[in-house]
């Protein structure tokens, strides 16, 4: 199985996140995450790791709006040169807009509210790069399988789901798994399965009211969860979307039996759909004990998940979302592939 993999993730290692309560927390969201990965897949005969080739920014521009792409990419230069009373570590802006409000300010952190959701994507140095050559890691799995390969794994860094067309939030910048899916979609047509742990509400927001894509995401109960105001069950897309959206929000101690029957539900459309290839954003935050889970999904429950989407017989793009038990990441992903490979 082809490996896409670049080194340029490590540009983004934002020193610490802000967790609910205002507690300040080494950042989850770390490189050691795809060293974990690599150092697994390694070990695997039947992984070819490769470096991306460079798509530039049609594809991302395809997905996102030129103006949230811009604002990524000149954001942390600006900030470099805003005068502060204290000391910069990462651009996260402390105001955000409540309904209603829609005018987009002038001044960088104003912008930075207007188009961040949440304070758990902080611009860097190095983020706009690191997130390009995350999109060329999904974008060269997706030519892969393009081109005649079964399956391709995309190891991502950072991840994408929770990336909208004009938004970043959720670790999340540019939405590599919407990108690699929406340059498939001239393809051939295109179903994305998000088994992440959280909603992919980035996806959901790009392809809502698209009438050739079908997304399905299971994830926590976001009454209960992370993100919160997005994943219900009723959020089924818009317009000529109108039925391609479907979300399966699972209770707090979803087991395996649990996760697999909505899986079930989710391969049964994906059938009555038939796509000509599917991206599954594979996020290992469903594993039992992750930090940010409350998933009882075991590895044989992983094993399971993996072995039922193989056997679809789809060209499958995997692509990396989330996971932060890093001690158990290498092996959930070599499991979740091994059917694959
Ligand atoms: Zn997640």
């Not at 009438?211 to 209960?224: E, F, N, R």
């Not at 979300?247 to 459309?269: H, I, K, V």
């Not at 679809?312 to 038990?325: C, F, H, K, S, W």
Request: glycine fraction near 10%; charged fraction near 20%.
């Amino acid at each position: 199985m082809q490996v896409y993999y670049s080194n340029t993730h490590r540009l983004h290692n934002p020193p610490f996140e802000l967790f609910d309560g205002g507690q300040h927390m080494p950042y989850l969201e770390n490189p050691e995450r795809m060293e974990r990965i690599l150092s697994a897949l390694k070990q695997q005969d039947w992984a070819e790791i490769l470096e991306p080739e460079n798509f530039g920014l049609d594809p991302v521009l395809a997905v996102h709006d030129a103006d949230y792409v811009d604002f990524l990419r000149t954001a942390y230069e600006e900030w470099t040169q805003v005068k502060t009373t204290y000391e910069k570590k990462a651009l996260l802006p402390a105001t955000f807009p409540p309904r209603g409000w829609s005018h987009r300010p002038k001044s960088l952190l104003g912008r930075a509210g207007y188009y961040m959701f949440d304070l758990s994507a902080p611009i860097m140095d190095g983020t706009y790069q690191a997130a390009l050559g995350s999109v060329n890691c999904a974008l060269s799995g997706a030519k892969a399988i393009a081109g005649g390969k079964s399956s391709a794994f995309a190891l991502c860094r950072p991840p994408g789901h929770h990336a909208g067309k004009s938004f970043c939030g959720g670790y999340c910048y540019l939405n590599n798994a919407a990108i690699a899916a929406n340059w498939l979609s001239a393809v051939g047509k295109v179903a994305i399965l998000d088994i992440d742990y959280h909603a992919g509400n980035g996806t959901q927001d790009i392809f809502y009211e698209r009438g050739d894509v079908l997304t399905l995401s299971i994830h926590a109960d976001p009454d209960a969860e992370y993100p919160a105001f997005c994943g219900y069950a009723d959020e089924t897309g818009a317009g000529q979307g109108s039925g391609l959206h479907r979300n399966f929000p699972l209770p707090a101690e979803t087991d395996d039996a649990q996760y697999l029957s909505a899986l079930g539900e989710t391969l049964t459309l994906l059938r009555s759909f038939s796509p000509a290839f599917l991206v599954v954003s594979a996020g290992m935050d469903l594993y039992s004990g992750d930090p940010l889970g409350t998933f009882k999904v075991t590895r044989e429950g992983i094993r399971q998940i993996g072995a039922r989407l193989a056997a679809l017989g789809l060209p499958t793009l995997i692509v990396m979302e989330g996971g932060y038990n890093n001690a158990a990441l290498g092996e959930n992903i070599t499991t979740l592939l091994e059917k694959f490979s």
